[in-house]
């Protein structure tokens, strides 16, 4: 893949029925830029990916991809995806499948190094029917890698991991992206977002409402998060501080979002003396997401 964006998608359009599952998306994606899509349930990011996978055809708007359609660059093996349900065959081992996928593609990696880099070593034997929820991630991750590809497209690919295969999967997916190789990735894991995106996209209702780095994003919602353990307090009466704006209170400990977190903090200290652990941040992404995407369902 040379010269040109990695892929970008121009005024895409998807309706179903009288749904409009994407409305008008314009993104275009730098070669070796890793990219977060974020968005609740039903904004369209998984239409979106398929679209840019050529699995559905827009209504509306182009998908180019390496310069050409995505089917073309689909057969050239420029593209790995890592869908979120993709069924794997329940009586094939793991190498089996690794194996039989590596060669389909005209320029693929080594079995081998696929089986290391998705870290299915101990499961090479082992039937696909036999493994956990995070093992068949770990094994369709393998599937996309097999055709060492320029663009990894992945949905949900932490989906039933564990802890240690969370960890394990996006140092991975740092070392694919360090040799300048584009990774687009639809997550509800904001915290993963945060510590391993580039850039994020943001859809709500099938709209972009925001796109940009990590920093920008969250500056793009002012305020700051003001943490304090408040004993007896009540919600309501928190609430009602000047410069709060949202209150999250768990067995006596406060988060107040603060559009002022110095009239807050003043406030809360008038009103409740013994509060302790008293701490001020600034928003972070999940914060900025929870603005963003209220303010969109207001408008």
Same mark, same amino acid.
């Given at each position: 893949?040379?010269?040109?964006?990695?892929?970008?998608?121009?005024?895409?359009?998807?309706?179903?029925?009288?749904?409009?599952?994407?409305?008008?998306?314009?993104?275009?994606?730098?070669?070796?830029?890793?990219?977060?899509?974020?968005?609740?349930?039903?904004?369209?990011?998984?239409?979106?990916?398929?679209?840019?996978?050529?699995?559905?055809?827009?209504?509306?708007?182009?998908?180019?991809?390496?310069?050409?359609?995505?089917?073309?660059?689909?057969?050239?093996?420029?593209?790995?995806?890592?869908?979120?349900?993709?069924?794997?065959?329940?009586?094939?081992?793991?190498?089996?499948?690794?194996?039989?996928?590596?060669?389909?593609?005209? /320029?693929?990696?080594?079995?081998?190094?696929?089986?290391?880099?998705?870290?299915?070593?101990?499961?090479?034997?082992?039937?696909?029917?036999?493994? @956990?929820?995070? +093992? *068949?991630?770990?094994? *369709?991750?393998?599937?996309?890698?097999?055709?060492?590809?320029?663009?990894? #497209?992945?949905?949900?690919?932490?989906?039933?991991?564990?802890?240690?295969? *969370?960890?394990?999967?996006?140092?991975?997916?740092?070392?694919?992206?360090?040799?300048?190789?584009?990774?687009?990735?639809?997550?509800?894991?904001?915290?993963?977002?945060?510590?391993? %995106?580039?850039?994020?996209?943001?859809?709500?209702?099938?709209?972009?409402?925001?796109?940009?780095?990590?920093? +920008?994003?969250?500056?793009?919602?002012?305020?700051?998060?003001?943490?304090?353990?408040?004993?007896? %307090?009540?919600?309501?009466?928190?609430?009602?501080?000047?410069?709060?704006?949202? #209150?999250?209170?768990?067995?006596?400990?406060? /988060?107040?979002?603060?559009?002022? @977190?110095?009239?807050?903090?003043?406030?809360?200290?008038?009103?409740?003396?013994?509060?302790?652990?008293?701490?001020?941040?600034?928003?972070?992404?999940?914060?900025?997401?929870? &603005?963003?995407?209220? /303010?969109?369902? &207001?408008?």
């Amino acid at each position: 893949m040379t010269g040109g964006p990695a892929f970008a998608l121009h005024g895409l359009t998807k309706r179903f029925g009288r749904v409009t599952a994407v409305d008008g998306v314009s993104v275009e994606v730098a070669r070796g830029e890793v990219v977060a899509l974020l968005g609740p349930n039903g904004a369209g990011k998984s239409t979106t990916v398929d679209m840019l996978l050529g699995l559905t055809r827009p209504d509306a708007g182009e998908v180019v991809v390496a310069g050409g359609s995505p089917r073309e660059a689909v057969d050239r093996g420029l593209v790995g995806a890592m869908m979120q349900n993709g069924a794997l065959l329940p009586d094939v081992t793991v190498g089996e499948i690794v194996g039989l996928i590596v060669s389909t593609h005209a /320029e693929p990696l080594s079995a081998s190094e696929v089986i290391a880099r998705a870290g299915l070593e101990n499961l090479v034997n082992r039937r696909c029917g036999k493994l @956990s929820g995070g +093992e *068949r991630q770990r094994v *369709r991750f393998a599937v996309a890698l097999a055709g060492d590809p320029q663009l990894l #497209v992945l949905d949900e690919p932490t989906a039933a991991m564990d802890v240690e295969g *969370r960890r394990a999967f996006w140092a991975a997916i740092r070392e694919f992206a360090a040799g300048g190789r584009t990774v687009l990735f639809a997550t509800h894991y904001l915290a993963e977002a945060e510590d391993y %995106a580039d850039r994020v996209v943001l859809m709500r209702h099938g709209a972009v409402v925001a796109d940009g780095p990590v920093a +920008e994003v969250r500056a793009a919602v002012s305020g700051r998060v003001l943490k304090a353990a408040v004993p007896g %307090a009540a919600e309501a009466e928190l609430t009602a501080l000047p410069g709060v704006t949202t #209150v999250q209170l768990r067995g006596g400990r406060a /988060e107040l979002a603060c559009a002022d @977190s110095d009239a807050a903090v003043r406030a809360l200290l008038a009103k409740y003396p013994q509060a302790s652990g008293i701490e001020i941040t600034a928003l972070g992404l999940e914060e900025a997401f929870l &603005a963003l995407t209220a /303010e969109e369902a &207001a408008a």
